[in-house]
């Protein structure tokens, strides 16, 4: 199911999704999260890209896995990616908890969220904190993911 789409390896297919989605989702969630005038506008679309990084890392991961089984010989070389790329999906499905649990309760009314100031604190900490973890660890995987296939290919 994950091995290919049309002629092509759905991996090499869907990492380039991954690589702009998952920053994306994040920076919106952030921006929802602690700009309170922008939370209409960005309210659902913070929650359906936090979702949306689960379905997209989860489709990247198992695609990977295809990969390497039809290609076995790749197996060492992209360990370093693979175990970066497995960290990356839990960090994604903590975001999505996180941008659902602030869906709920950073929802404005009156110009109010109707949230308790500590409560509403910790949910804009956790979306920053989770959203720069998911940021940061999808750079590192496509890092690894990248150099691991055109590591001493490219002229200098």
């Not at 506008?41 to 913070?46: E, I, K, Q, T």
């Not at 990247?60 to 390497?68: D, L, R």
């Not at 975001?95 to 949230?115: I, M, S």
Request: with cysteine; hydrophobic share 55%; aromatic share 8%.
């Amino acid at each position: 199911m994950f091995e290919r789409f049309g002629d092509l390896p759905l991996h090499v297919l869907v990492i380039h999704l991954t690589v702009v989605l998952l920053p994306v989702a994040a920076l919106t969630g952030i921006v929802f999260a602690v700009v309170p005038r922008w939370r209409r506008l960005l309210r659902w679309p913070a929650l359906v890209l936090g979702v949306g990084t689960v379905v997209c890392a989860y489709v990247a991961k198992k695609s990977g896995e295809a990969f390497v089984t039809a290609v076995p010989t790749l197996a060492k070389a992209v360990a370093l990616h693979e175990k970066r790329g497995n960290l990356l999906f839990w960090y994604c499905l903590i975001f999505a908890v996180v941008a659902v649990a602030a869906f709920l309760l950073l929802r404005e009314r009156d110009g109010r969220t109707g949230t308790s100031r500590p409560l509403e604190l910790l949910t804009q900490a956790a979306v920053v904190v989770v959203g720069v973890l998911v940021i940061w660890q999808t750079v590192r995987t496509g890092d690894a993911g990248a150099r691991a296939v055109w590591e001493g290919q490219l002229p200098k």
